[in-house]
């Protein structure tokens, strides 16, 4: 055995369990206000200050600060025995509303393993489980993970890189957002494009009941409706554009989904297919990146796949040759990756 190498690799499992348990405590500092308190403060807080600020108990709250400033999520003044936040790290862990929200994926993560005894049982017998299966915080997380990359990308790249789209949708356009989970991704395009209106769908019961409460609150519901649907059966047409956010690799009948969006279509309309960054090939895709979405997929996008009828189970990190395969099976003739971030790809599928 080489020591060496062996050191390394305990190091990383060391790193890797500190990072399961990080997760619960960013949680825990975002629900109760820590990393907000830190963030405002103009002047490095002792945990004393932090907790006054917060309503919270002190020696709760100095423990947590060491924890945090051992992972580099606060800093730390030795002479002062006080904590403050960068800039940096205050954009990634206070504003929702940015590229990057870090307690959204690790509020997605935690929900996600809430599964686990489930998820054993599924590796033995081969069967899947279902996204409705899974506990609210994934549902949640889910949707604050993906919005911030929604909310920075969407409608000032992505949709002015599809062929005529934005011109249709600034006219007045009918647009479909299938999968749409919570309706940020439909919100957000109602609210930039207000000729348009948009029709969501999720067989997600849950979730399209929050749909429809997002659009009320923001005064979109004549624009911006939502209901029950799954992508092989969503009703209405023809749309000029047809969207799919992070969801056609959870499907276990992605076929049958591609089929249904080209009828529904009109004959020039576009299906914009959003997925998550990946690869062509898995050692493409043995990467930080990548190690984050094959974990999640075995907890939630494979095991949704293998709950559905159809045969496919393509996991978060299916690529783009399984992508444009699909889509040339479903009919259509015109394929082309527009745009990418570090989190996402996004296609321009044409009939």
């Known amino acids: 055995m080489d020591n060496d190498k062996l050191m390394e690799f305990l190091g990383r499992f060391v790193g890797d369990v500190g990072a399961t348990m990080a997760a619960g405590n960013v949680v825990v500092g975002e629900q109760l206000g820590l990393y907000r308190a830190l963030a405002e403060s ?4 002792q945990p004393a200050d932090v907790a006054e600020r917060t309503g ?14 051992a992972g580099g999520y606060v800093e730390y003044d030795a ?43 599924a590796f033995r017998s081969g069967e899947g489980v279902g996204w409705h299966e899974h506990a609210q915080e994934v549902f949640v997380g889910c949707e604050r993970f993906f919005r911030p990359g929604y909310i920075a990308h ?23 957002d299938v999968g749409c989970g919570h309706g940020a991704s439909t919100v957000l395009m109602a609210e930039a494009y207000p000729a348009s ?9 849950g979730s399209i009941r929050s749909a429809n409460s997002r659009a009320a609150e923001a005064g979109l519901s004549e624009r911006a409706s939502f209901t029950v649907g799954s992508a092989q059966d969503f009703t209405g047409g023809p749309y000029d554009l047809v969207t799919t956010f ?9 076929l049958g989904a591609a089929r249904h969006i080209r009828d529904s279509l009109a004959p ?28 999640f997929s075995t907890f939630l996008c494979v095991p949704n796949a293998l709950s559905q009828d159809g045969g496919y189970s393509l996991g978060a990190q299916a690529g783009e040759p399984p992508i444009r395969h ?25 009939p």
């Not at 992070?246 to 009948?253: E, K, Q, S, T």
């Open 268 to 295: 020039d309309g576009t299906w914009m297919v959003v997925e998550p960054f990946a690869g062509d090939s898995v050692a493409a895709n043995l990467n930080p990146v990548g190690r984050v979405y094959y974990s």
């Open 246 to 254: 992070d969801c056609l690799h959870d499907m276990g009948d992605p």
């Open 154 to 176: 969407l409608v000032s790249e992505w949709l002015p890189a599809l062929d005529g789209v934005e011109a249709k949708l600034a006219a007045g356009a009918r647009v479909a």
């Open 79 to 121: 002479d002062a025995g006080a904590y403050s936040m960068t800039e940096e790290q205050a954009f990634v862990l206070t504003d929702p509303d940015g590229a990057v929200y870090a307690p959204g994926a690790f509020q997605l993560a935690l929900g996600s393993l809430r599964a686990l005894p489930r998820i054993v049982e």
């Open 326 to 350: 699909l889509v040339t099976d479903a009919g259509f003739t015109r394929f082309r990756r527009v745009a990418e971030t570090p989190f996402n790809i996004v296609y321009e599928v044409r």
């Open 197 to 205: 209106t948009f029709a969501g769908s999720d067989y997600h019961a």
């Open 56 to 69: 919270t108990d002190a020696r709760y709250v100095e423990e947590w600060l060491r924890g945090q400033a």
């Open 42 to 45: 103009d002047k490095p807080l």
